[in-house]
Nanobody
Framework: VQLQAFGGGLVQAGGSLRLSCAAS????????MNWYRQAPGSQRELVAE???????KYATSMQGRFTISSDYAKKMVFLRMNDLKPEDTAVYFC???????????????WGQGTQVTVSS
């Protein structure tokens, strides 16, 4: 399983961006597709999680501004980010937890990251 993320860029404070991430490969099912981010000098943190098809969780600081959506049939996850702030500047990573068909062991794959820069 491989992930390809895209949609990052430079935006002014208050602006919006939409990130997309596509999983490729075959013979697997998805348990969850998530977004994380890592700012310079900081640890990677969870931004939003999409699991079980309809379950959504958000980090407190993103609640109400970010929206995660997913299409497991197309193996894609999206992150709509509104009202962006300079402190949202980070590399955003998509993450998928998956398993081979008929197996119970859950594996994890990370995408390469996409830079989001918010100017003040």
């Amino acid at each position: 399983v491989q992930l390809q993320a895209f949609g990052g860029g430079l935006v002014q404070a208050g602006g919006s961006l939409r990130l997309s991430c596509a999983a490729s490969g075959s013979g697997f099912s998805i348990d969850a597709m998530n977004w994380y981010r890592q700012a310079p000098g900081s640890q990677r943190e969870l931004v939003a999680e999409s699991s079980g098809g309809d379950t959504r969780k958000y980090a407190t600081s993103m609640q109400g501004r970010f929206t995660i959506s997913s299409d497991y049939a197309k193996k894609m996850v999206f992150l709509r980010m509104n009202d962006l702030k300079p402190e949202d500047t980070a590399v955003y990573f998509c993450n998928v937890r998956w398993r081979y068909w008929g197996r119970t062991y859950v594996r994890e794959t990370w995408g390469q990251g996409t830079q989001v820069t918010v100017s003040s």
